[in-house]
C-alpha cells in the first residue's frame, strides 16, 4: 500500500502539478526509506519553482561557464575543487549554478583506491586532475581529456569515499573533534565537524556552514550505507538501529511487557541526521552525512515531522534572506518511558550490562548564527512522542521567541504536535543557560 502512494506520488511530480503535500502530511503514511525518496522528490519540486526564472535569464547573459546543480553533474560524482579558491565548488548566491570565469581551473577528484575520472572523451586513466573552463558547459582537460568536452559527462569509476578522522582539538567536556570530508592531492577539505564523546558513543553537536549557496542541493543522489568509522569500538552501532535490537535495549528499561507499546510500526527509533543530507549541494558532500558521527536515536515521525520542517524551512530563509551562518545542531539530555512501574526511565541503545551508551536524546537543536549580523536563535524539539503536551510545555526552557511571532512565519512546523516533536525557539543566550555545549559568540538580536 504505501509502495502504491509512493509511486502516486512520484507520478504527480513528473505531471507538475501546482503543489504537492508537505512532508509532514504523509509522515506516518510511508516508510523510512519511502519518506526520504518523497522528501527527495518534493526539494526537486520546489527547486524548479525557485530556479527556472533564474535559470532563463542568467545562462544566457554571461562568458564564462554555467553550470546547473541539477543537470550539469553525473554520478558517480567526482569531488570538484576551485583551484583558485581552495575550496570546494559551490553555486553562485541561491541560483542554483556554479559560475566560472573563462580559465577558471577545477581539480577533479575521484578519491578512494582504485577509483578513476570517467568521460567518453578522456585519454588518460587518472584519479585526479585539472579541467578548465573553456565556456558554456565545456571544459578542457590538458593531457587527460580530448578537446574540449561536456562537464556533465565527467564521473567516476566508482562513488568518491569520503573520510571521519579524529584531530587534536577538543570541544565542550574535553570531546574530541571529528573531522568529515574528502582528501585530494593531500589536502583533507572538510564539509563538517562533529564533536563526540567517545566514552558515550554520543554525538553532542556538528556544525558546519550554511549559505544562500545551500539552497538548492542536488536530489537523486544514491544514499550509502551508514558509516561508523573506528568510533564506535567493540559495538556494531548499525545493528543498534534495527528494530529487534531497539525492542530488546528498550524493554531491559521499561520492561517485556511495556516495549509493544513503544515500539511499533509507526513508532520507531530511526539513525536521526544531525546536519540533512540536502543541507550540502553535491553529491559527494550528501554522502558524507552518513557517518554515525553525524547522527542520534530520534523517533522517526519527529525525524519526518518537525526535525524535517525546520531542516527545509531554515535552509530555505537562510537562501532568501541572504544569511551567512554557521549551524550548531545536536542533541542534549536522555529521554525517558515509563516501565511497568510506571517510573520514568533512562533509555540507551546499547544499555547491556553496565554499558549505558548511545543515548537517546530528550531534545535535538539547530542554532543558526550569522556571525556578520551578529544574530542567532535556537531552534529545538522534544525526541519523544509519548510525552503528554503538560510534560513537554514542562520541558521547554525558554520562552518560545517563535511562537505568534510574524518574523517566524516562515517556520512551518506544528510546534505543540508531542507525537512529531513539540517544538520551540530560545534566544541563543537562554539557549545557553540549559545547554552548555556552544563555543563563545557574540549575539545581539535573533535571526528571523
Not at 542554483?96 to 580559465?103: A, D, I, K
Not at 565556456?135 to 566508482?158: E, H, I, K, M, P
Request: charged share 20%.
Amino acid at each position: 500500500m504505501k509502495f502504491v502512494l509512493l509511486v502516486t506520488l512520484f507520478a504527480a511530480v513528473s505531471s507538475i502539478p501546482t503543489e504537492l503535500p508537505y512532508p509532514d502530511e504523509l509522515v506516518y503514511k510511508l516508510g523510512e526509506e519511502e519518506f526520504e525518496d518523497y522528501v527527495d522528490k518534493w526539494i526537486e519540486f520546489q527547486q524548479r519553482k525557485w530556479t527556472n526564472a533564474s535559470e532563463a535569464t542568467t545562462t544566457s547573459a554571461r562568458s564564462g561557464c554555467t553550470l546547473n546543480v541539477r543537470n550539469d553533474f553525473s554520478n558517480p560524482q567526482p569531488v570538484f575543487i576551485h583551484r583558485w579558491l581552495n575550496n570546494y565548488l559551490a553555486p553562485y548566491g541561491n541560483s542554483g549554478q556554479v559560475r566560472l570565469n573563462s580559465g577558471d581551473e577545477i581539480i577533479v577528484a575521484c578519491t578512494g583506491s582504485g577509483r578513476q575520472i570517467r568521460h567518453p572523451n578522456i585519454i588518460s586513466n587518472v584519479a585526479v586532475a585539472t579541467a578548465r573552463c573553456v565556456n558554456n558547459n565545456l571544459v578542457s582537460g590538458a593531457g587527460w581529456l580530448n578537446g574540449n568536452r561536456a562537464f556533465r559527462q565527467l564521473t567516476c569509476s566508482d562513488h568518491s569515499s569520503s573520510q571521519a578522522v579524529e584531530t587534536n582539538e577538543r570541544c565542550y567536556g574535553n570531546n574530541v573533534v571529528i573531522r568529515v570530508g574528502y582528501v585530494v592531492n593531500n589536502v583533507f577539505y572538510p564539509t563538517y565537524w562533529s564533536c563526540y564523546d567517545k566514552r558515550r558513543f554520543e554525538v553532542l553537536y556538528v556544525w558546519y556552514p550554511q549559505n544562500p549557496t545551500n539552497s538548492v542541493p542536488q536530489t537523486g543522489v544514491d544514499r550509502p550505507n551508514w558509516m561508523a568509522g573506528n568510533f564506535f569500538p567493540g559495538v556494531n552501532i548499525n545493528n543498534l538501529y534495527t528494530r529487534n535490537r531497539q525492542r530488546e535495549a528498550i524493554a531491559r528499561s521499561v520492561g517485556n511487557n511495556m516495549v509493544d507499546r513503544y515500539v511499533t510500526n509507526q513508532q520507531f527509533l530511526s539513525r536521526g541526521h544531525l546536519i540533512a543530507k540536502s543541507d550540502q549541494v553535491f553529491a559527494t558532500g550528501q554522502r558524507a552525512t552518513f557517518y554515525f558521527v553525524n547522527a542520534g536515536p530520534q523517533w522517526q515521525p519527529f525525524n519526518g515531522g518537525n526535525w524535517n520542517s525546520l531542516e527545509l524551512n531554515l535552509r530555505d530563509r537562510i537562501a532568501r534572506a541572504g544569511y551567512h551562518t554557521t549551524i550548531y545542531t545536536g542533541t542534549f539530555g536522555v529521554t525517558q518511558l515509563r516501565n511497568s512501574a510506571g517510573r520514568y526511565v533512562d533509555l540507551f541503545l546499547d544499555n547491556t550490562g553496565n554499558n549505558r551508551r548511545v543515548p537517546v536524546p530528550q531534545y535535538f537543536y539547530k542554532v543558526a548564527y550569522d556571525a556578520n549580523r551578529r544574530i542567532g536563535t535556537a531552534f529545538i524539539g522534544i525526541n519523544n512522542p509519548y510525552y503528554t503536551l503538560a510534560e513537554a510545555r514542562a520541558l521547554q526552557f525558554c520562552t518560545d521567541r517563535c511562537r505568534n511571532n510574524n518574523a517566524f512565519s516562515w517556520l512551518r512546523w506544528q510546534p505543540d504536535r508531542v507525537d512529531i516533536g513539540y517544538s520551540f525557539c530560545c534566544t541563543i543566550a537562554d539557549f545557553r543557560r540549559r545547554v552548555p555545549h556552544l563555543p563563545a559568540f557574540t549575539v545581539n538580536g535573533l535571526l528571523s
